[in-house]
């Protein structure tokens, strides 16, 4: 298992969902649940990831600033999360407060596959890939159980 593909995989299901939240209306019962969802697939994400690829990424000097600037961006995720779950789902700041996590969502994940990537790579070997990889994997397995 190759780290940079089960990130992906995973990233493209926050992508998939984020995009039906914004299809959803009200307080519907589709909302609701996609909603849920997302924080599910978020939070057991960020924990996984930074666990098993910032922590790594911040013991080499040349991608330390970045995994830091890349967990910041959790830290912002999680506090729009917060925000969006102490709002009304029915109101329309609830939509204007996720379509500002939508945004950060897609400019997180771009940013990850497209600069963080590439550092990841000229700081880990193929064992360090392999290997974190699986561990990440088996983590979110762990996660996406409780
Ligand atoms: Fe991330
Ligand atoms: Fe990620």
Do not use: C
Not at 16 to 23: S, T
């Amino acid at each position: 298992m190759i780290i940079f593909d089960e990130l992906v995989k995973d990233h493209e299901t926050q992508r998939i969902i984020a995009d039906q939240i914004l299809e959803t209306q009200g307080d519907s019962t589709e909302r609701k649940q996609l909603w849920v969802n997302l924080k599910k697939e978020l939070t057991a994400h960020e924990e996984s990831e930074e666990r098993h690829f910032y922590i790594p990424l911040m013991q080499v000097d040349k991608s330390q600033e970045q995994a830091r600037h890349s967990v910041a961006e959790h830290h912002e995720m999680d506090e729009l999360v917060d925000k969006l779950d102490e709002t009304d789902m029915s109101t329309s700041a609830w939509l204007i407060y996720f379509r500002d996590l939508h945004e950060k969502i897609n400019h997180h994940l771009d940013e990850e596959e497209e600069d963080v990537f590439d550092l990841a790579k000229k700081v880990l070997n193929d064992q360090e890939i392999e290997r974190l990889g699986r561990e990440y994997r088996q983590m979110m397995q762990e996660k996406k159980k409780s």
